[in-house]
């Protein structure tokens, strides 16, 4: 099976702090895998680079076989490639719905994206509402994104990322913020949402990585150090001592 996410020697600098050093990842579609590094390791910058938000300084990202390079975060987006923030980016003086209406007009502006029935005007309010439905966001529909509480704000975050029927989908800490009854609750919705979709999520939580990831990518000074099933990586010594450390054993 051909990979759905390439990336080929990417390499990313800022001044001579090193974000990113050659890093080579392939990705099969339909993958669950869990990005995990120290603050500063490498992976929201890996993210960034995937999305649009930040280019790399020399190397190749492509998804499905179609550069995402040099294009801008809405481009990518429009080419199958959907992500969530740490911090969610809502519109906030709007209604959860609108929220998702806006991001469905994002990728519909492109003409390619008419060939997803979904997106097809008649089409965009059921696939609304079904999304209110997935994300158990449907009692909040009507109630502006400045006033939602966290956990629902990071699920509407990420549901705006879904709406738009993406092929792979980038999530940066999707727990963060929210309390410790919530973050099974918020993670068991997502990857139901989800299911079909490729999936990488930036993680601290290692009980999420454990229970939600099929592989994991260790990030240490903008480097991978380690890549495999869960259990092999969160047992790796190198991973122990510049990963999970004295906090999270």
Known sequence: MNPILVASGVYRSFGAVVAAA??????????????????????????????GYLKPSSGSIRCDGAELTALKPRRVTQLGVSRSFQIPQLFNTLSVRENLLVAVGIVAAAAHAWAHSELRPAHVGPATDEMLERFGLAAYRDRPAGLLPEGVRKLLDVAMALVVRPRVL????????????????????????????????????????????????????????????????LADAEVRRYVIGEAHA
């Open 22 to 51: 050659d890093l080579n990842v392939s990705v099969a579609p339909e993958s669950v895998v869990g990005l995990i590094g120290a603050n500063g390791a490498g992976k929201t910058t890996f993210i960034n680079m995937v999305t």
């Open 170 to 233: 980038l999530l940066d800490e999707p727990t963060s913020g929210v309390s410790a009854d919530e973050k099974f609750t918020i993670m068991d919705l997502v990857m139901g949402a989800a299911r079909g979709v490729t999936v990488l999520f930036v993680e601290h939580d290692m009980d999420i990585v454990g229970r939600y990831a099929r592989r994991v990518l260790a990030f240490a000074d903008g480097r991978i150090i380690a890549d495999g099933e869960p259990a092999a990586v």
